[in-house]
């Protein structure tokens, strides 16, 4: 139970880290919100407010759930190789999350 | 303007609930690592840290558009562009956490509260932090033209 509760929440944060860096570098297919109009486009005009942080955050905390939720239903039987996998994955977890939070904070302060 | 109002009040109320919870979390399972467990609140915690955060989390999304028209465009990012910068710092933080909220709810579960791993650990501390640089941050940027 514990080493099946660490593989699947070890799987749903690379998951989530890794869609919210994706997104935040690529912009690919992301949904942004013109909260002076208040419309939803995939294509925002030039010269328009237009927020991004919508899809990308909802897309990284339903990715979180969903893939949590996949990883514990579809967990390996054997507990020890639950455990072995959860000891790779809580690691890369970790650097995919650091490695996020310090790519925002640069494209932050570098932002015009 | 009455319901942003509202929930920006109800936003902060739900934030102060969600940093209690979680450095409560943190807590009791640091003092879980050093052999003084408390299965109850070890459990209890993070549900109500996750409970915490959906609200935070929903009523900054209602009131974000607003501030990102009336508030950053037309003053913050002419007069004090270190808090706009500071917001979305704050904001993407804020999603970082989520996956952390959701594991500490489900490692809680399925753990033994005697012996906490260290991922449960981790998110504990993580989101502790996390939650503490948001409150600090998002009272400094509320505090830019009030005082």
Redesign the interface.
């Known amino acids: 139970m514990s080493a099946r509760g660490r593989f699947a929440t070890g799987v749903g944060t690379l998951a989530a880290a890794t869609v919210y860096l994706f997104t935040t570098t690529t912009r690919a297919g992301v949904l942004y919100y013109l909260p002076a109009r208040a419309e939803w486009t995939w294509s925002p005009p030039t010269g328009v407010i237009a927020m991004d942080w919508f899809a990308r955050s909802h897309a990284t905390l339903a990715v979180a759930a969903a893939a949590t939720w996949a990883a514990w239903r579809w967990a390996p039987a054997e507990p020890k190789t639950c455990a072995r996998w959860a000891g790779r994955l809580w690691p890369m977890s970790w650097l995919m999350l650091a490695w996020s939070a310090g790519y925002t904070a640069l494209w932050l302060c570098a932002r015009p | 303007m009455f319901w942003i109002k509202l929930g920006l009040v109800l936003h902060a109320v739900a934030a102060g609930a969600l940093t209690g919870s979680v450095t409560h979390l943190a807590l009791v399972v640091w003092r879980a690592h050093r052999g003084r467990p408390n299965p109850r609140l070890q459990r209890l915690y993070p549900a109500v840290a996750l409970g915490c955060y959906l609200a935070v989390?929903s009523l900054g999304?209602a009131i974000?558009?607003?501030y990102?028209?009336a508030v950053r465009?037309e003053w913050l990012d002419e007069h004090a562009a270190w808090a706009a910068?500071l917001f979305?710092?704050k904001?993407?933080?804020?999603?970082?956490l989520?996956?952390?909220v959701?594991?500490a709810v489900?490692?809680s579960?399925?753990?033994?509260p005697a012996r906490p791993?260290?991922?449960m650990l981790?998110?504990a501390t993580?989101v502790a932090l996390g939650v503490w640089f948001n409150a600090v941050s998002g009272l400094l940027v509320a505090s830019v033209r009030s005082v």
């Not at chain 2, 904001?91 to 970082?96: G, H, I, Y």
């Not at chain 2, 579960?109 to 033994?112: K, L, M, S, T, V």
């Open positions: 989390y999304s974000y558009p607003r990102r028209v465009a910068v979305d710092l904001e993407n933080l804020a999603t970082l989520g996956p952390l959701l594991a489900v490692l579960r399925a753990e033994d791993s260290r991922a981790g998110c993580a």
